[in-house]
């Protein structure tokens, strides 16, 4: 399955803690990143990661129409509810985009464990046969 994983800034850390504690799971899958987010999980992981441009110039743009062309199954956005920043990517495109599609969307570490969970069990397998 496709993988697509973005984090503000304030989140980069976690993320790369969420990419160390589920690498097994995720080292089955295609995994796609805004730019400095994919380097920091390839760093800390040694996962390919396909990476688009930093979010701030276009990779949210990227990871955007490949959820619109239905060829991403899965979207972990790790996002500062509280300050984020003019120049991190915004939430609502790709939460509407995951909505029309059908494209299971985690925003915190909470769901974002379940989704890892549910796609290690299997319960995503619907994504393979659509």
Known sequence: ???GL???DTKKKLMQ???IAYRGILSKHELYATGTTGRLIEEVTNLHVHKYLPGHLGGQQQMAAQIAADDIDMVIFLRDPVAPKTHEPDINN?????DSYSIPLATNIAT???LIHALENGDLEWRENR
């Open 1 to 3: 399955m496709k993988i």
């Open 6 to 8: 973005i984090a503000h």
């Open 17 to 19: 803690n969420f990419c």
């Open 94 to 98: 790709v939460s509407k985009l995951c």
């Open 112 to 114: 974002a464990e379940l």
